[in-house]
């Protein structure tokens, strides 16, 4: 049973704003990585089509590390990471949409599932 609902979310300078199909129901990710341990990002997994960027492409800046197969993009004017693109383990495109960054979504409601990124 899908409960894909469209969201809206972006960074805090409101540069960088998207809109995304998403099935909250479904588990949102909590990473120990050296990155996302950090940020304290919590991460919904999305295939391209299902993600719009509406602005923001230009003021956005990529940060690469450990095996450069994610894109940690964050704003470059206000620093929040609202979003990642990356390639799944099938090598298609996948986007990490930081679930935080979401507007109108209760984070205290999300189904969290930690995800043991820093052993990997
Ligand atoms: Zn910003």
Same mark, same amino acid.
């Given at each position: 049973? *899908? ?6 979310? !972006?960074?805090?300078?409101?540069? /960088? ?5 998403? %099935?909250?129901?479904?588990? /949102?990710?909590? $990473?120990?990585? *050296?990155? $996302? ?20 492409? %230009? /003021?956005?800046?990529?940060? &690469? ?11 470059? /004017?206000?620093?929040?990471? *609202?979003?990642?693109?990356?390639? !799944?383990?099938?090598?298609?495109? &996948? ?7 979401? %507007? %109108?979504?209760?984070?205290? &409601? ?8 820093? *052993?990997?």
């Amino acid at each position: 049973m *899908s409960e894909t609902k469209s969201y809206t979310g !972006g960074c805090q300078c409101g540069r /960088v704003r998207y809109e995304v199909q998403l %099935d909250l129901s479904k588990p /949102v990710i909590a $990473c120990n990585c *050296s990155m $996302c341990g950090r940020a304290g990002t919590m991460l919904a997994f999305v295939p391209p089509d299902q993600f719009t960027l509406r602005s923001g492409e %230009d /003021v956005l800046t990529d940060y &690469q590390f450990n095996h450069n197969v994610i894109h940690h993009l964050f704003c470059r /004017v206000c620093g929040i990471k *609202s979003f990642a693109r990356g390639k !799944g383990r099938d090598g298609g495109v &996948q986007i990490a949409v930081n679930t935080r960054c979401l %507007d %109108d979504v209760n984070i205290d &409601q999300l189904n969290v599932q930690k995800f043991d990124g820093r *052993s990997r």
